[in-house]
């Protein structure tokens, strides 16, 4: 990926507890939702069809969990290159609403060497504009 | 209650082709504007032999199953009350737009807490290319509630 490599922080200057170029959203919408549901072919009509959302006891739709995982991963392909990513997970721990302003954020927690290549782990998050948190999780990309 | 005897289930291996007009979808939907992810000369440009599929869109590809509800039908679970817990990637090679990929699911957990409030299905699927090289693995727990 030659168009990033210029970019991509260096293991030797990167320290734990460094945070990575917080990603903000716009508010989350009905349009988001509806293009997630048709691009990502998760047709789940809770994300997009109120009517549904309310007959399985919700107030409203919501959004995919998996549209904010897409846009932690953005967090980190901003960051590295695409190629750099060994693991990516999240834990879905709170419903994400229409309206939610979600930001991303990122943290090295450890650097390692496996089969000798130089990898970083950070803990990945995304939170609303309340600071509370809907997703949790951690990726390991490798750094030159 | 899930019956516990599908631990260890496997469904058949199915084959999802890459198109390069879902993976601009994807990234429009996404916000993605990487023009590795969006314009094949820029993606040719920098090395690669099309589009480059993003960190989650595995995910979507596994969706693209011949019938994306064999799980939920097999294991009897009504979708009302299915909540997507947790979902983790391994990679090990990229995909790109025009590859064909293999994915192979298994179930490899049903367990619960709270009494059988809620029930969690871990299913981990493995994805191979048409050269067979081991692309990715997925692990994805849903949660299904019965309260």
Partial sequence: MTSTTSHTPRFDSLQVGDTLPTLQLEPVSRLMLALYCGASGDHNPIHVDIDFARSAGRADVFAHGMLSMAWLGRLLTNWVPPSALRSYGVRFAAITHVGDRVRCEGRVTEKLEVGGERRVRLELSTVDQDGQVKLTGDAVVALP | ?147
């Fill in chain 2, 1 to 147: 209650m899930i019956d516990r005897s599908f631990i260890g289930h496997t469904l058949p291996a199915f084959d999802v082709r890459v198109e390069a007009g879902r993976l601009r979808f994807f990234a429009k939907a996404t916000g993605q504007t990487d023009p590795l992810y969006v314009d094949e000369d820029a993606a040719r440009a920098a090395g690669l032999p099309g589009l480059l599929v993003p960190p989650t869109f595995l995910f979507c590809l596994e969706m693209d199953a011949p019938d994306p509800a064999a799980i939920r039908n097999l294991l009897g679970m009504d979708y009302r009350k299915l909540l997507h817990g947790e979902q983790q990637f391994t990679y090990h090679a990229p995909a790109h737009a025009g590859d064909t990929l293999r994915f192979e699911q298994r179930i490899e957990d049903i367990y619960d807490k709270k009494g059988g409030a809620l029930e969690f299905v871990v299913r981990r699927t493995q994805v191979h290319n048409q050269r067979d090289a081991r692309v990715a693995e997925l692990r994805t727990v849903t949660v299904l509630r019965n309260a």
